[in-house]
């Protein structure tokens, strides 16, 4: 065990940032993996898999994204078409981008605002027929107007926080006006954009690649000659295909007892990156089912978990890590440890924690509950979740057992409220706080809430928190809400967030690792050490 | 004649020891099979009492550990005493494996038995759903079943009955056919026996040879089964100790590092198909006429 882990230490140590100070070489071709059978369809307007955008993001522009060279900062955004961030004007309610000059279509064609314009407008206001599948992430989006061929406006209804990031959706491709007016549907099947590379081929559920597009508007990118994307839904392939350099990497995540065998294996032929995942368990009760209908019974089920010293212990078997709240734990809004103590479930003394659930078992007449944890059969981390809490909760002498279902019935479950209690989970691209935590809103208000309860304070605690401009107004509604949502009402129980573990060829420079994989993944500052 | 008759000797009355111990001397191998088996079943339904540790409880400062005084078997990626799991283990794939075997046996004899018995129409649907069923594999047929009534103990049992049913039949089926022609058959039927008291009091004993050693074989297929289920996810869910849930944990991602948490899991299985087999081999010459003479 020291051995390997001595060895992951030498790995991760190579893994530190060789973004700036190595010079790139050019050329080579790229093979990585997308862990999927294919995606479901090209077009990432409609999609919210990685399956499409691994395969697709490396032939399109978006209008600003996360700097690629800092994509673990949850507030650094950079321009990809506009020429600068603008400063907001009508107090904070109006956005004027300048889009860059010269930017040329693959069929050669030249990019203008009118193509940004268009492909926003699809995106907040989808033609009929036509899914716009993140929509409500625009709520605060009026209009999007093009005032000249080079200046796109956004208006805003209310200034808010999570409008750049919502911007910054790695999902929003720009697409051509004129194929968009012509077939709303035609990107769901074909591939034409102002990327870094052109598109050379697919093959349904066995690979896509591009080639080096010589247009490309930022300077020197990209450094690749080509690239390959494979479809590998098993694990063990992947494993397989790093380990004989068949293929380099894969960009989603692997397990920590993969990593451990890559590295154990290839040595300093591996690296590893690592980093927090915009990704977190959550156990949620169906209030509609009695007794979890009772606060005290949701919080003793929150105060029989000891996070602090379960996520360390975790992290070694499964891909989770950081203790937090209901927010990202690199946030600026995110709770602090301290305050996090203050909140139940995080208390720091677990025997106190686990006394007080006790009581509120007792007083509420559910001492030695029996009930039933809903699953998905999703080995990373959901069973490694619930074969943690369940033991938990054994310590307060709760007795659950688990149904594990496939992912079908699962959601069946959940949209039909039939579980007592479920794991479920919130995972988003870009790190958005403020639309984030939409998910501890009732169902009536997010559809992707399943606690099945309405609150109106859950709703205007929110909403307080979305509409504050004020940074340390608004970090200080969200620790309202947040401790309304966590520790009052205990609508839901946050289970450590995930770590996203990445083991890579050595030779594969020019990629920082982020805290969504949906960031950062047009290769243009790829490059190949070899 | 009849002096002859009572001055004969009275057969001798041989005890279950010596008929066990005449197993054991010419069955050696089914001797090492049955002690398998009984020490599979003590220490299953005695899990309480052997267990070192509780099966079910994390310990987070003993993770993925390798065989040790403390952990004669390790630890899996949870800390959790792997000895102790596969002992906890025995009682599920025994409650599993012979809950299958026994209903699925009795089952398939009361419509093997009954199927012969009345023939015409009644054998002939008796026999064709039985051929339906049985054209699926054990293992595909009990994949169908779970994903209909979902996963967890009891609908594993069901799962893995329902397949057994038309295999036990089918055999027994075939030693009642010639049970039925049997003289003493008739003379029950013309004595004005009903057909439930002929097929219990006189067909069933006389085909339990066959039966017996179906259900022994049974057992074995039913302990495999779970493990198959339980491996591919379907079976019994943790934290429930389940050795085909033991291997879809450990063997899949920790082959390489921590090789143990599949390999005992894995013996266990392997040592318990392996003594029900050869107990049930063995049995089978044993209650073999032909066999037994030589």
């Given at each position: 065990m020291r051995i390997r882990y001595g060895m992951l230490g030498l790995a991760l140590m190579a893994a530190t940032p060789a973004f700036a100070e190595e010079t790139p070489k050019r050329g080579g071709m790229f093979t990585y993996m997308i862990p999927a059978d294919a995606p479901p369809s090209l077009d990432a307007h409609r999609e919210t898999t990685y399956a499409t955008l691994h395969a697709t993001a490396p032939f399109y522009s978006v209008l600003i994204r996360i700097d690629p060279s800092n994509p673990s900062s949850p507030t650094d955004y950079v321009c990809d078409l506009c020429t600068a961030m603008p400063t907001p004007t009508d107090d904070g309610k109006t956005w004027t981008f300048k889009i860059r000059d010269g930017v040329k279509w693959h069929d050669g064609s030249t990019l203008t605002a009118a193509d940004v314009t268009k492909s926003w407008q699809e995106l907040i206001h989808p033609s009929a027929g036509v899914l716009s599948a993140r929509l409500p992430y625009y709520a605060m989006i009026d209009s999007v107007e093009m005032t000249d061929a080079s200046t796109v406006v956004f208006k805003l209804k209310f200034a808010t926080s999570a409008f750049l990031p919502a911007l910054a959706d790695p999902f929003a491709y720009i697409y051509k006006k004129e194929i968009l007016e012509r077939d709303p549907h035609w990107y769901e099947k074909n591939v034409m954009g102002s990327g870094p590379f052109r598109f050379k081929d697919m093959q349904i559920g066995q690979s896509i690649s591009g080639e080096r597009n010589a247009q490309y508007y930022h300077p020197g990118l990209p450094y690749l000659d080509s690239f390959t994307g494979i479809f590998t839904p098993k694990q063990a392939v992947e494993i397989d295909a790093i380990r004989a350099d068949r293929a380099s990497m894969e960009f989603r995540g692997m397990p920590p007892s993969a990593r451990d065998q890559l590295v154990?294996?290839?040595?300093?032929?591996?690296?590893?990156?690592?980093?927090?995942?915009?990704?977190?368990?959550?156990?949620?009760?169906?209030?509609?089912?009695?007794?979890?209908?009772?606060?005290?019974?949701?919080?003793?089920?929150?105060?029989?978990?000891?996070?602090?010293?379960?996520?360390?212990?975790?992290?070694?078997?499964?891909n989770v890590r950081t203790v937090g709240g209901i927010v990202f734990p690199g946030s600026p809004v995110a709770a602090t440890k301290e305050e996090l103590q203050k909140i139940a479930g995080y208390w720091p003394d677990i025997e106190k924690s686990r006394a007080e659930a006790r009581r509120l078992l007792k007083e509420a007449g559910a001492e030695g509950l029996s009930f039933e944890l809903l699953n998905r059969n999703v080995d990373q981390p959901y069973k490694y979740i619930a074969t943690w809490v369940i033991d938990e909760w054994s310590k307060i002498g709760l007795k659950v057992t688990q149904k594990v279902v496939p992912t079908g019935p699962f959601f069946d479950g959940l949209r039909n409220t039939t579980f007592d209690v479920t794991v479920d989970f919130n995972c988003q691209g870009l790190i958005n706080p403020a639309m984030d935590v939409g998910k501890l809103l009732p169902h009536a208000v997010y559809s992707e809430n399943y606690g099945n309860y309405e609150d109106q304070k859950d709703i205007d605690l929110y909403q307080a928190m979305l509409h504050e401009t004020d940074p340390a107004k608004q970090r200080a509604a969200m620790r309202e809400y947040e401790t309304y949502v966590l520790d009052t009402q205990a609508h839901a129980i946050m289970m450590p967030w995930w770590e996203r573990i990445v083991p890579m060829r050595a030779y594969v420079k020019g990629w920082k690792i982020g805290p969504s994989h949906y960031v950062n993944q047009d290769l243009a500052t790829v490059w190949l050490d070899k | 004649m009849s002096a002859t008759l009572i001055d004969d000797p009275p057969l001798p009355q041989r005890s279950y020891w010596k008929i066990f111990a005449r197993f054991c001397q010419q069955q050696p191998l089914g001797t090492f099979g049955l002690m398998l088996v009984i020490v599979m079943a003590v220490v299953g339904f005695s899990a309480e009492l052997i267990a070192p540790y509780n099966p079910t409880a994390n310990d987070f400062a003993a993770m993925t550990e390798p065989p040790s005084w403390q952990h004669l078997l390790g630890t899996d990626q949870f800390g959790r005493d792997l000895m102790s799991r596969i002992i906890y283990g025995a009682r599920t794939a025994l409650i599993v494996g012979l809950t299958s075997a026994i209903v699925g046996g009795f089952s398939g004899l009361i419509l093997g038995v009954g199927s012969a018995y009345f023939g015409g129409k009644i054998?002939?649907?008796?026999?064709r759903l039985s051929d339906i069923v049985m054209a699926f594999p054990l293992i595909i047929m009990a994949l169908a079943v779970v994903a209909i009534f979902g996963p967890g103990v009891q609908?594993?049992?069901?799962?893995?009955?329902?397949?057994?049913?038309?295999?036990?039949?089918?055999?027994?089926?075939?030693?009642?056919?010639?049970?039925?022609?049997?003289?003493?058959?008739?003379?029950?039927?013309?004595?004005?026996?009903?057909?439930?008291?002929?097929?219990?009091?006189?067909?069933?004993?006389?085909?339990?040879?066959?039966?017996?050693?179906?259900?022994?074989?049974?057992?074995?297929?039913?302990?495999?089964?779970?493990?198959?289920?339980?491996?591919?996810?379907?079976?019994?869910?943790e934290p429930v100790p389940a050795w085909g849930l033991m291997l879809q944990g450990g063997a899949e991602e920790y082959a390489s590092t921590a090789p143990w948490i599949a390999i005992f899991p894995g013996l266990a299985i392997m040592l318990a198909v392996l003594g029900i087999n050869l107990f049930g081999d063995a049995m089978r010459d044993a209650l073999d006429p032909k066999l037994r003479e030589r």
């Open positions: 154990k294996e290839l040595g300093d032929k591996i690296v590893v990156q690592t980093g927090d995942w915009n990704c977190v368990n959550m156990i949620t009760p169906n209030h509609g089912k009695k007794p979890f209908d009772d606060p005290r019974v949701r919080r003793a089920l929150a105060l029989a978990i000891d996070q602090w010293r379960g996520a360390p212990a975790l992290a070694k078997i499964a | 054998d002939l649907i008796v026999q609908n594993v049992i069901l799962a893995i009955t329902i397949p057994l049913i038309p295999r036990c039949s089918r055999v027994v089926r075939s030693s009642a056919l010639t049970v039925r022609e049997m003289p003493y058959v008739d003379a029950a039927r013309a004595c004005g026996f009903g057909a439930t008291r002929i097929i219990l009091r006189h067909m069933v004993p006389n085909v339990m040879a066959p039966f017996l050693i179906m259900v022994t074989s049974f057992v074995g297929q039913a302990i495999l089964a779970e493990a198959s289920l339980s491996y591919l996810g379907l079976g019994v869910q």
